[in-house]
């Protein structure tokens, strides 16, 4: 089962297990961007778990599927051939190295930049029968993701009351965005090597636990398990699966609220809402009989914006929990940490450097 040119898994001992954990959660607030109360259920959502799943979304399973069925057929070519696309610095095809720090994971992707130009330019040259095709299934189904992130952004803004209610969405509209594009595929693995890690009672790591950096994100999978998400007591849960809909994930650099409700959940968080909002770690474990395609939409502001607290969402005299920085001072910071560590620590007032 596992895919010709992928090693097995007895040749990868750099791939990281870890112990198994509970079953699937059933608790993910879900959200139907029609209902009228839809506001007020993302902001507790992302108050509470800093992740929810959204239905009623407006993204055609048409899009969603033309993009998958890509995607398979880019990652079923002969491993040479995907080797050409690579390597992932900063954009293109990667296999198991994840970042530039020796995080690995029983995964393979492609990386790119939202920037339509630096999509037609590199990674899609590789694509030589049919590059076309390829880069429409990826602007379309980005374009319309972009969109329906852009409208949970402005539902944020106006049930906490910010003006203007584009303030985030702006940021993700912006031409110089830098917004990325992820296409994972997670190989299944064979019955005989997934019964040799669960006799040794540990799961295979596909894509390690992290926070995203950015300002928001949105998962949409096949209906394979694999996505887990660590709740307040630190126990992992498994995201049950769902192919029609999106999982929305707060990132590192969305805005925290107020220190009160930081002291509350003390989880190092979001910059933007000054602590209220919850980056939640999150992580793909990969021992699944099915192999597993995940697309995300990373949005992101431009390299020079400024990440701090929205005025706002400040009470008269509060001060901000963290350092100011622009979002490509903490991508640079991102970049030199491993996949695991608390990024946002050192921009921290009274903590990091
Ligand atoms: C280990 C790393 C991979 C990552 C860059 C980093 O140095 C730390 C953040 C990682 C992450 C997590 C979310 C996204 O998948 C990603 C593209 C991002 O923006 O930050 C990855 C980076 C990556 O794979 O290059
Ligand atoms: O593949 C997935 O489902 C999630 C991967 C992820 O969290 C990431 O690429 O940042
Ligand atoms: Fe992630």
């Given at each position: 089962m596992v895919v010709l040119s992928q090693p097995a898994l007895d040749d990868f001992s750099v791939i990281k297990t870890c112990k198994p954990t509970s079953g699937p959660f059933n608790e993910i607030p879900v959200i139907d961007l029609k209902n009228p109360k839809a506001k007020a259920r993302i902001v507790e959502a992302c108050e509470e778990f800093g992740f929810f799943k959204v239905v009623n979304h407006g993204v055609s399973m048409e899009l969603m599927e033309k993009l998958e069925s890509e995607a398979v057929k880019f990652f079923k070519l002969p491993q040479s051939q995907k080797d050409r696309a690579g390597p992932p610095n900063p954009f293109g095809y990667g296999n198991k190295?994840?970042?530039?720090?020796?995080d690995v994971g029983w995964v393979e992707y492609l990386l790119f930049s939202t920037n339509l130009e630096f999509i037609s330019q590199k990674s899609l040259s590789i694509f030589q029968k049919n590059p076309e095709v390829f880069r429409c299934a990826v602007n379309e189904y980005v374009s319309a993701v972009r969109e329906m992130v852009c409208e949970v952004s402005e539902m944020i803004a106006d049930e906490l009351k910010i003006e203007p209610r584009n303030v985030l969405s702006r940021l993700l509209r912006d031409e110089k965005s830098d917004s990325f594009f992820r296409l994972n595929h997670y190989p299944a693995i064979s019955f005989s090597e997934l019964q040799a890690v669960r006799v040794s009672g540990r799961n295979v790591v596909g894509f390690g636990e992290h926070t995203d950096p950015q300002i928001i994100s949105a998962v949409r999978s096949n209906n394979t398990t694999g996505l887990q998400i660590s709740l307040r007591d630190g126990a992992w849960v498994s995201v049950p699966p769902d192919h029609h809909s999106f999982f929305i994930n707060v990132g590192d650099s969305l805005q925290v609220t107020s220190n009160p409700i930081l002291l509350k959940f003390?989880?190092?968080?979001?910059v933007m809402t000054n602590g209220r909002f919850r980056s939640l770690r999150h992580r793909v474990l990969a021992d699944s009989l099915k192999s597993r395609v995940s697309m995300i939409y990373f949005g992101g502001p431009p390299l020079g914006e400024k990440i701090t607290p929205l005025p706002s969402l400040m009470d008269e005299g509060e001060e901000s929990l963290y350092k100011e920085f622009t979002w490509c001072e903490y991508k640079k910071s991102a970049y030199k940490?491993?996949?695991?560590?608390?990024?946002l620590r050192l921009f921290e007032k009274n903590g990091g450097n």
């Open positions: 190295r994840i970042g530039p720090n020796g003390p989880v190092s968080s979001l940490t491993r996949l695991g560590d608390n990024r």
